[in-house]
């Protein structure tokens, strides 16, 4: 761990963490839509924390810490500070969709949680990032804004772990 900074995790702790929650619920769920729930539910638990974190953060470091407040800012804020404190990086892309102006993506063409895990054969079609797509989901919700969000694999020819987290707002 020697050269990261204090607030950095190892790759290889996320590997072996993530794949482990994966491991000890596949063992309790009867399907991949009940797998990807759950790791949706997790996701979730982790970005309340994550925006409790920063809050505090922003609160510690000014009197009147600045809060996002429109919906635009707040998506802003999970491509950019959520993401680089998670993934050590930002999100690639933060799109809104031209045929429904309430839907909304925000695409990471190498993201940390597919690369890190392998993933068996027979469960080719999980999406481990819908744990991702949970913690988005957490911080929308924490600035009153609901929304369904799912994870979705959009590889391409360069990156093959390409995936988008649609946002459809309700």
């Given at each position: 761990?020697?050269?990261?900074?204090?607030?950095e995790?190892?790759?290889?702790?996320w590997a072996?963490?993530?794949?482990?929650?994966i491991n000890?619920?596949l063992?309790?769920?009867?399907g991949?839509?009940?797998?990807?729930?759950?790791?949706n539910?997790?996701?979730y638990r982790v970005?309340?924390?994550?925006?409790?974190?920063m809050?505090?953060r922003?609160?510690?470091?000014?009197?009147?810490?600045?809060?996002p407040t429109t919906?635009?800012?707040?998506?802003q804020?999970?491509?950019?500070?959520i993401?680089?404190?998670?993934?050590n990086?930002?999100?690639?892309?933060?799109?809104?969709?031209?045929?429904?102006?309430?839907?909304?993506?925000i695409?990471?063409?190498?993201?940390?949680?597919?690369r890190?895990?392998?993933?068996?054969?027979?469960?080719?079609?999980?999406?481990?990032e819908?744990?991702?797509?949970g913690?988005?989901?957490?911080?929308?919700?924490?600035?009153?804004y609901?929304?369904?969000?799912?994870?979705?694999?959009?590889?391409?020819?360069?990156?093959?772990?390409?995936?988008t987290?649609?946002?459809k707002l309700n």
């Amino acid at each position: 761990m020697e050269g990261l900074k204090s607030q950095e995790v190892a790759l290889g702790s996320w590997a072996l963490l993530f794949g482990e929650i994966i491991n000890y619920n596949l063992n309790r769920v009867d399907g991949i839509g009940e797998l990807e729930s759950k790791l949706n539910w997790l996701g979730y638990r982790v970005g309340q924390r994550q925006l409790e974190l920063m809050r505090w953060r922003a609160e510690g470091a000014s009197r009147n810490p600045k809060q996002p407040t429109t919906l635009i800012e707040v998506l802003q804020m999970v491509h950019t500070p959520i993401w680089k404190s998670l993934f050590n990086k930002p999100a690639d892309s933060l799109e809104r969709s031209k045929e429904n102006s309430n839907e909304f993506m925000i695409t990471d063409n190498t993201p940390l949680l597919s690369r890190s895990v392998c993933i068996p054969s027979d469960l080719k079609n999980l999406s481990t990032e819908s744990f991702t797509a949970g913690i988005v989901e957490s911080v929308l919700d924490g600035f009153n804004y609901k929304a369904t969000v799912s994870a979705h694999s959009v590889p391409t020819s360069q990156h093959p772990q390409r995936t988008t987290i649609l946002i459809k707002l309700n």
